[in-house]
């Protein structure tokens, strides 16, 4: 098997693995769970994203297939925290079933996970996303750009894109996606969200 083949396979498993989990394990046997309730709280050297550690509300807006925004936004949370001795970042995207049944509230589940990990000599983020949906693993590079972060690679369907984090504070920061026809030349925005944090 092909080397960066297999190298990729191991890091896939690995994520999902611990994207699969219901909790994760804290400090003195603590569990965290899907409300934003975790430990560690191991302090991370990864610039300005590390400011992201924590539990965001998250608003999602996806632009309609005629150029239009929609009036309604989906929400979903999204749980950041460090690993590797504060070395890295792994955050996970946690959507909600619809299909709850007795009027139950929707039940929340990790669908997504990115590690992500700054190289201080390059000035470049290395990141690492897999989701249950397509099932393959998308790798980008960032760079950190007066206060923001600015994504680029491609997705698992092979598409080129520009991810942006803005407008950063203690508790609230943007994000968006870009998608390009012209091999970056120009970019069209295809997705909003707005976080705020609940933890």
Same mark, same amino acid.
């Given at each position: 098997?092909?080397?960066?083949?297999?190298?990729?396979?191991?890091?896939?498993?690995?994520?999902?693995?611990?994207?699969?989990?219901?909790?994760?394990?804290?400090?003195?046997?603590?569990?965290?769970?899907?409300?934003?309730?975790?430990?560690?709280?191991?302090?991370?050297?990864?610039?300005?994203?590390?400011?992201?550690?924590?539990?965001?509300?998250?608003?999602?807006?996806?632009?309609?297939?005629?150029?239009?925004?929609?009036?309604?936004?989906? +929400? +979903?949370?999204?749980?950041?925290?460090?690993?590797?001795?504060?070395?890295?970042?792994?955050?996970?995207?946690?959507?909600?079933?619809?299909?709850?049944?007795?009027?139950?509230?929707?039940?929340?589940?990790?669908?997504?996970?990115?590690?992500?990990?700054?190289?201080?000599?390059?000035?470049?983020?290395?990141?690492?996303?897999?989701?249950?949906?397509?099932?393959?693993?998308?790798?980008?590079?960032?760079?950190? +750009?007066?206060?923001?972060?600015?994504?680029?690679?491609?997705?698992?369907?092979?598409?080129?894109?520009?991810?942006?984090?803005?407008?950063?504070?203690?508790?609230?920061?943007?994000?968006?996606?870009?998608?390009?026809?012209?091999?970056?030349?120009?970019?069209?925005?295809?997705?909003?969200?707005?976080?705020?944090?609940?933890?």
């Amino acid at each position: 098997m092909n080397r960066v083949l297999l190298t990729c396979l191991c890091v896939a498993t690995a994520i999902a693995a611990h994207a699969s989990q219901p909790a994760s394990q804290g400090k003195k046997g603590e569990r965290a769970d899907l409300t934003g309730r975790e430990n560690p709280e191991t302090a991370t050297d990864a610039p300005i994203l590390g400011n992201l550690i924590g539990l965001w509300d998250v608003s999602l807006v996806n632009r309609n297939r005629d150029g239009s925004w929609p009036d309604e936004e989906r +929400h +979903h949370m999204w749980r950041w925290y460090s690993i590797l001795d504060g070395h890295a970042i792994q955050d996970d995207w946690i959507s909600f079933d619809d299909d709850a049944e007795g009027g139950s509230p929707p039940r929340p589940r990790v669908t997504g996970t990115n590690i992500r990990i700054y190289n201080p000599e390059e000035k470049v983020w290395f990141m690492a996303w897999i989701d249950t949906r397509s099932r393959r693993l998308a790798t980008f590079t960032a760079v950190n +750009h007066d206060g923001a972060v600015v994504m680029t690679g491609h997705n698992a369907q092979g598409r080129l894109l520009r991810i942006t984090f803005s407008n950063i504070t203690e508790q609230t920061f943007e994000w968006t996606q870009e998608w390009t026809s012209d091999d970056g030349e120009t970019w069209f925005p295809v997705a909003k969200m707005q976080c705020r944090r609940l933890k």
